[in-house]
């Protein structure tokens, strides 16, 4: 059972250390935090040896998308980090996702899938990447690929969460981004939902960035949200 605390991932989508601590000091109750790749290219593992500090969980969402060895030296380094959530492209490929699982190894960190990124519309992946089936389809198989070459989960669109959920059953992690209370921008985002309905389609975490750190208060948008996922 996830605790309701854990449900919400916030990202540090700040450009350096200092404004990475203001951002957590400003919003105390946020147990969960994203650290993509401006911050981690920015200030490396100190970012992640403060939030281990301040007794945070981490995602650390780098999005590996290599050879199988590149990727499994990548994980093998990521290992020392003990961080909560890891994520990789499934479009890796099935051995890459292998070896970076193996690499791993007893570490409690969660590897994850990007399936598709949730700024890409089905025109998108038609048109530009010309992907032949259709993009719900096409999540399905990659989250698919990561079940079977031994992933913890995967990272996709609420969209896609409810199928992705029947499929690969109760156990395997999805996180969502492209989710947006009512009362807020969309942004670049394309494919996106309401946080109590991405909970009730399967989604285990929501990465919800602007809504709550570019809020008038983001302590009480950050209240509105727990408030709407407890009734979900």
């Known amino acids: 059972m996830i605790k309701q605390n854990n449900v919400v991932i916030v990202p540090l989508d700040v450009p350096n250390l200092s404004a990475a601590i203001a951002l957590v000091d400003a919003l105390p109750e946020v147990n969960f935090w994203k650290v993509g790749l401006e911050l981690f290219v920015a200030t490396g593992a100190e970012i992640l040896k403060y939030l281990k500090k301040q007794k945070k969980q981490i995602f650390l969402d780098l999005k590996f998308h290599d050879i199988p060895n590149t990727v499994a030296g990548a994980c093998r380094s990521a290992k020392e980090y003990e961080v909560d959530l890891l994520t990789m492209h499934a479009t890796a490929g099935t051995e890459a996702m292998q ?19 949730t700024s890409l519309s089905p025109q998108n992946l038609r048109d530009d990447l010309k992907v032949s089936i259709d993009l719900q389809a096409f999540a399905q198989q990659m989250a698919s690929l990561a079940k079977q070459s031994g992933l913890d989960g995967a990272v996709c669109s ?29 942004g ?21 960035g602007r809504p709550i750190t570019k809020a008038s208060d983001p302590q009480i948008a950050w209240q509105k949200i727990q408030d709407e996922i407890a009734i979900a």
């Open 188 to 208: 670049d985002q394309q494919r996106i939902m309401t946080p109590s309905d991405a909970i009730r389609q399967g989604a285990n975490h929501l990465v919800i």
């Open 99 to 117: 070896r970076a699982k193996e690499a791993l190894g007893d570490s409690p960190t969660k590897l994850i899938a990007i399936t598709v990124l």
């Open 158 to 186: 609420p969209h896609e969460a409810k199928i992705l959920r029947e499929i690969n059953g109760k156990e395997f992690t999805l996180v969502c981004p492209g989710v947006r209370p009512t009362w807020t921008q969309t």
